[in-house]
């Protein structure tokens, strides 16, 4: 069966501080991979997307940047970490081709504090 | 860009009484997926409805999609304190990567649903 992780699960950073977080998925291959962040009581907001390795979009511009070295590996990075950078991030796959049509998973999530 | 509007943001109800939550899509949608997230956790697929007017069901969960597939419901009978949690759509749209389309989902805001035993 297919398991997804993330980790840390909870982080507290200060602002200007460097961030990475790991996502890994088991039991598949050539997983499409998503990184999302979540505002406290708002919907998700799609940050990247990676339909292979080194293939990387952004739909969104912003302070963070995402990276896929090997086929179940997706990590969401930052430089400088800002305020706004708090949030729960949520790593998903979904089975490669037309995944308009296959169900997200979704890992636990990391819940990151900036302060 | 496609925009998933969910209502309402919130709903109380005492355990027993029904729910309901509406999401409408400013575009078609080819179909629309279904989540749960219960309180800390992360979402957790529900259901998926591809066809105009579908109608599923799953024990107490009743979900509909649209004839026109751009709104969708999801109602749930004698609501329980298990049901408590934040419940999402999500349209599919396209992702454009390489020269092919992939899956993208568009999620609604969500609405938190928050059963009184």
């Known amino acids: 069966s297919q398991t997804i992780h993330q980790w840390p699960a909870t982080l507290v950073q200060p602002v200007g501080s460097p961030l990475s977080l790991e996502c890994t998925v088991e039991?598949?291959?050539?997983?499409?991979l998503y990184w999302y962040r979540q505002a406290a009581g708002r919907g998700l907001q799609l940050l990247f997307y990676?339909?292979?390795?080194?293939?990387i979009s952004s739909e969104v511009p912003q302070n963070l940047s995402a990276s896929r070295p090997q086929d179940r590996q997706f990590i969401l990075s930052s430089k400088k970490l800002l305020l706004s950078d708090s949030g729960f991030y949520l790593c998903?796959?979904?089975?490669?081709?037309?995944?308009?049509?296959?169900?997200?998973?979704f890992g636990p999530g990391t819940r990151l504090t900036v302060l | 860009g496609q925009q998933v509007m969910q209502i309402p943001q919130y709903q109380h109800v005492q355990e027993g009484e029904d729910f309901t939550t509406y999401c409408n899509s400013s575009?078609?949608?080819?179909?629309i997926q279904w989540y749960k997230q219960r309180p800390g956790g992360h979402p957790v697929f529900l259901i998926q409805l591809v066809k105009s007017g579908e109608v599923k069901k799953q024990k107490r969960l009743t979900f509909q999609f649209g004839e026109a597939k751009k709104n969708s419901s999801l109602h749930i009978t004698a609501t329980q304190t298990t049901d408590v949690g934040t419940y999402f759509c999500?349209?599919?749209?396209?992702?454009?990567?390489?020269?092919?389309?992939?899956?993208?989902?568009?999620f609604g805001q969500g609405t938190i649903l928050t059963v009184h035993p």
């Open positions: 039991g598949t291959s050539n997983p499409n």
């Open positions: 990676s339909v292979g390795i080194g293939q």
């Open positions: 575009t078609t949608l080819s179909n």
């Open positions: 998903a796959w979904t089975r490669t081709g037309m995944s308009s049509y296959n169900e997200q998973f």
């Open positions: 999500a349209g599919s749209g396209f992702l454009h990567a390489g020269g092919t389309s992939y899956g993208k989902l568009t």
